[in-house]
């Protein structure tokens, strides 16, 4: 069983930051990719930034505010969100890619979600 646990979200005013945690554990082989979704109400789950390896994908409206890091040690992929803006309002949802177990074939996994808040 894999579980992925969430941390950093919060209230934050425009322009200001946060730093976005998310841990894997449980049956862990190896780490395809890993990488943040989020959903503001009515819309759907969007992509906001993947990192596989060492490439990274970003969404058009967070390049340049907006860096996903990982700890391949730590099976830990972080999201730092700069110059956030309101429109950045969303539950934001850690995904991992990867193989429980070897001979096996990748499956996703997804977080809880971590709301995230940006407003004066």
């Known amino acids: 069983q894999v579980r992925l646990v969430e941390s950093g979200g919060g209230l934050v005013q425009p322009g200001g930051s946060l730093r976005l945690s998310c841990a894997a554990s449980?049956?862990?082989?190896?780490?395809?990719?890993m990488g943040w979704y989020r959903q503001a109400p009515g819309k759907q789950r969007d992509l906001v930034a993947r990192?596989?390896?060492?490439?990274?994908t970003y969404a058009d409206s967070v390049k340049g505010r907006f860096t996903i890091s990982r700890d391949n040690a730590r099976n830990t992929v972080y999201l730092q969100m700069n110059s956030l803006k309101p429109e950045d309002t969303a539950v934001y949802y850690c995904n991992a890619v990867l193989i429980p177990y070897p001979g096996t074939g990748p499956g996703a996994h997804w977080g809880q979600g971590t709301q995230v808040t940006v407003s004066s």
């Open positions: 449980g049956s862990i082989f190896t780490i395809n990719a």
């Open positions: 990192i596989i390896g060492g490439s990274t």
